[in-house]
């Protein structure tokens, strides 16, 4: 990167002094150009037909001749235009920024003048479309290896190359209670207890040949078969995918962003990755389960991962955070850098930007009932003066609304500046990626995706709750008739006309049973496209008048009968009383009108012959676009390059603490090279490839439990953290892979593993959002509310980097006081030390409960010095509460000072650094 | 809550203390606590008022409101404000226009209050706002502010530097944590009191992608609960809670022996050091009480109206005094200043409610030498309109205003009693070329000796117009 010191930045005047100097193409004039010139004349693109990216280039020059004449900064048309006052004329042009400084413009005269010397073999840029991410991963060679006895898999092959190229020895494997625990950790998210520990160590000292790699195989195993295994990747796709429940306006509250029923993707993300489903089909379903598999209730949901951008304040806003962070994190691509121009470094133009965002064009939300929850009603949409409720009930999801709906390109990221000379753009993907191929087909869906009230649960639902209402009509018609029986003579005329109510309601109640059958029977035959197919929409119709006129009739009635009531009232009230009981006369009498109103033109109604009757349940486009199937199928496809790539990093990242590609969420020319670009290959190709091995059945492709089990089978992952030398000199940052790198615990877990240890974690799985109110409850963290906004997380985890839900590709890990004052002071932490205490403590002296407390809470024996340093500490805590005033000590702590010693020791170890680093 | 304690100083102790091994030379560096350049103050207090205060009741006096009263903009002997280019640049809906258009208003409204010169410089000040007034020939007035949110989202804008719709950039509260951390290891170096005012508006104080550590903390003005986990748990004896640091320590610092590289355990035994001083540190810092008769009373504790805004200035003042970088201070509830109808009433008390505080804080920073090391900065997310609102039959208030507004700076290398930049006579849009409210930013950052160019982080792209242009007009 070139740059110029501040202090001659500040004497530009001063610069002609320069010209006795050589000026150094390579290091002071290429990464200007690079800099400043190369985006739109280079490898990428050659604007006017001209390249800047060699000497050479520069001399045959483009369309209106060469850029720079050796030894003549006058005539070298590069000069003039850097250097031009005429804004139109200027390069680069005022919208790539400021012009070149003058120094850097004294610089490249001066380098012409001096003969523009180059270097030898100048190579210009390669082609953009040869840049490794975008060439389908192949299947690299498994190198051979020296180090072959360290050699489990062919991640250790690659990596072992590394080695050896490098100079570096693999340090040795963990030791087994630390390596336990690593695995449950980061399977898991939970430690190992010590019954667990003493199981694993157990059965590694057996005598059995490979006892070791045996019990190793049996906790991988088990540990991917738990159903904790879902929830603790669940919640890293979490973090990829932006969960995040709903936001907007929290302290209102109004709904503006993502769905307070948004959990149940969460429940599909978790169960998905328990059934070990193929990591292309989830893209699919996430993308577009409603045009994939639109009977699929399960499935639906999947589309959270749309429904999560979704803001009720701007379609727009919805539509780029989808480009943007589909782009990102399916395909680590930044789409987004295309929004206002071409992108400066990946071949992208900004119409394919806004191709892309096509394939969202039509998508709106709608909510779906859920068997045994009821009808949620119909999805809000956004009205700028009304409140946007929380629903938590029923299945938020996403559909396609309108067919045809067109993306119009705009100018400057502001969707109100559109082009008005382009034509709306066609759906479409990156050309250079083939996206531009694609074979989009509408598709028909099945009668329940577009009258989802037709469900069969539904339907069933729907007739036992009428029938419910027809059973309760009738119970309160006898009660009436009963208490008509027993009623003095007075009484007798107001509960005769209670009496006639509970009749008409009984009827209205049969005749909406009658007017939903009806309606339901008409809908079915409907779609039968039957020949008769008037007959059952007449009949619906013509008892749906009828229902509607007794419903009419009855609320009439029942506001007259209101009206007498209130009447009868008000002539024994006084006082202020009197104007209230005036008013409700009032309204009672205008509501009266409309009712009767209402009532004669129901009745009037009645003569109608037409068939028009009201659908059973919203109704919904009868087809989708089809274009949200074509995206994912494009992307979840093996000829992407990209996709299985960018997946493999992920999981790579979070079992290592680092990642093969750091820029997790960029593969293009700007992101940084892989370190192992073979291994990555590698195991991209195998993810979508799979071999089966040491004698199990084969995996299905795009298997991630396939992808865990070669990693954390692997020598690479079973090594120590703690380093040695040379390597801690060859390659202080590891990063070629020598040890393992001690990683701090996520927020979520450092919560789980303080209730898993005590035995208090409540292990329920999935099920609907917790508050961050509601932080007493032992679930785990990764269920309670997760959104944008202040309260967005559990206090104790936001301390601890719990992920920001807009951007989250990789978690941050800090070290800070408050940290510690959260471990040392919350009550969380007191509470489970104190129960996990009295666990620990039964039928153990001091010095076995010390042994006992390391190994439960980090995986390891104390060494003979903390040891010595915990029985000190045990014995300074007893005689402090001993000489304590017993009223001084408070209510909640044990009131047996031996315990109570141990309480506190409990309390230090969940202070350990090492309880929450997995070493 | 955020977590602003002493992120930096965190990393640059242990940078000193050769924890962290430098970085090799290519690689990013992380700001090492260091200023760019000298600088004039040590720390800032930075008042926010929430809802939008008039600036043409307070500030900004535009005698042809109340000369063309009732005429319509385009009746009124200037350029309609509404049909200039400046008005569609300068202001933007977060909602989209198929969705809600936001209305304008044409008809001039007059100023609701009557002005007074103040003070040698004989700025102008609103009748409601006397003891400011009083103050004038200390301040820095900006009357060309503007933002382009019309709506409250505006209130995220003035801190971070970005409308709504943009990408979401750390608040400036945070880019000074980060920059330079803080004066005393032991208290935050980034503190909110009053805020952040809704849950929305989180990211006012929020450090995003810069870390937790760099975020804002919200103190509550009580030393008994100052801050989350802040203090020992009631049930256990502080000698008991002593030892138990003790042995975390001892028991940490074993570990450090097994694992000589582990820069992170290292900055753990570290931050369990600053933990436990900080349990006392931050309660001893928000203790109000200690302080005399006389200062709460400057600050108009002693008075209902008042008490809320001087509870929060004072703690302010002992905050920086004690070498907290940045105090953001919300001196009034969420949204309050907000006056679409009854501005006069609206504003006649929340005038008062903070004018006895403000002005107290301005007297006692001078009285105690601190003058010259605390940077006050005074703010709202936007102006009013100079035009009626009719939202609803609205007959007496204003609405939202992003195109031009007032702020005031006051302190450390801030020249006193002048009244730099200015809206059009209709007080409508603030003259070109104006000041975006990042240039706030520059101005603050400038002043604590820091370049906004320089605090860049790897992988995240900032605008020019995220870095602003220090305001050198104000400056001494």
Redesign the interface.
Known sequence: MFRVPLLILSLACAAPAMAQDAVDYAKQIKPLLKDRCFTCHGALKQKAGLRLDTVKLMRDGGDSGPAIVVGKDAESSLLQRVNSKDSAKRMPPPSEGDPLTPIQIELLRTWIKQGAKGLIDEKPGPDPRDHWAFRKPVRPKVPAVKNQAWVRNPIDAFIAAEHEKQGLTPMPEAPKGLLLRRLYLDLIGLPPTREELAEFLNECASAKPQAVELAYAKVVDKLLASPHYGERWGRHWMDVWRYSDWYGRRHVPDVWNSAPQIWRWRDWIIKSLNDDKGYDRMIQEMLAADEITPADDDALVATGYIVRNWYALNPHQWKRDMVEHTGKAFLGLTLNCAHCHDHKYDPISQEEYFRFRAFFEPIELRQDRVAGEGDPGEFQKYDYSKLRKIIKLGAIRVYDDKQDAKTLMYVGGDERSVMKDRPPVKPGAPAFLGGDRLKIKPVELPLTAHNPALKQFAVNEEIARLKQEVKAAKEALTKADVLLIAATVEQKQTLRKAVALAQMRVASTEAELESYHARLTAAIERRAELQAVDEPAHKAAKLERHATWLRAKILLAQAEHDLAHVKQQAEVTKGKEKDSTFVSIKKLEAQLIVLRKDAEQAEKNLKLTDAKYTPVGPMYPKTSSGRRKALAEWIASSNNPLTARVAVNHIWLRHFDQALVDTVFDFGRNGKKPSHPDLLDWLAFEFMNPTASGGRKPPGSWSMQHLHRLIVTSSTYRMQSSPAEPNAKRDPDNRWYWRANAKRMEAEIVRDSLLATSGELDRQIGGMVLENAQDASKRRGLYFSVFPEDGGHLKFLEIFDAPDPCDCYRRSSSVMPQQALALANNQLAIQQSRVLARKLSEKRNADAFVVAAFEHLLSRGPTAQESAACREFLQKQVELYRKTNPKELGSGASPDPALRARESLIRVLYNHNDFITVR | ?G?G???LA?GAMLQRDGVV?AEPETAHQPPNGQPHHAPKAKSVIWIFLSGGYSHLETFDPKPALNRYAGLTFDLAPFANPLTSPLH?RRS?S???????RRDTYPIIYPMQVGWRRHGQSGIEVSDWLPHIGSCVDDLAFVRSIYTTDNDHAAENQIHTGRHR?DE?QPSIGSWINYGLGSLNDNLPSFVVLGG?T?????ASIDS??L???HAGIPLNLDPNNPL??????????P???R???D??G???G??AV??P??A??R???R??E???R??TAVPEAVALPSESEATRRLYGIDQANTRLAGERLLGARRLVERGVRFVQVFPSP?GVWDSHQQLRANHTRLCATIDKPVAGLLKDLKQRGLWDDVLVVFCTEFGRTPGLEQRGGGRDGRDHHPHGFTVFFAGAGIRKGIAHGATDELGFHALEPGHYVTDMHATVLHQLGLDARRLEVP?RRRL?VDFGEPIREIMV
């Not at chain 2, 977060?94 to 809600?100: G, P, T």
């Not at chain 2, 809704?198 to 989180?202: A, E, H, L, Q, V």
């Open positions: 809550m977590l304690f002493t992120g965190l091994r569609d933007r977060v909602v989209a226009e198929e969705i809600n719709l979401v952040p809704r849950s929305d508006t989180r995003n992608y870390g937790p550590r989350p986990n802040g203090r020992r748990s009631p049930d256990l004896l000698e008991e809670h030892n138990e640091f042995l975390i001892r028991l940490n074993l570990a097994e694992y590289q582990d992170n355990l900055a753990r035994i931050a369990y600053l933990a436990y900080m349990q969420d992988g020019n």
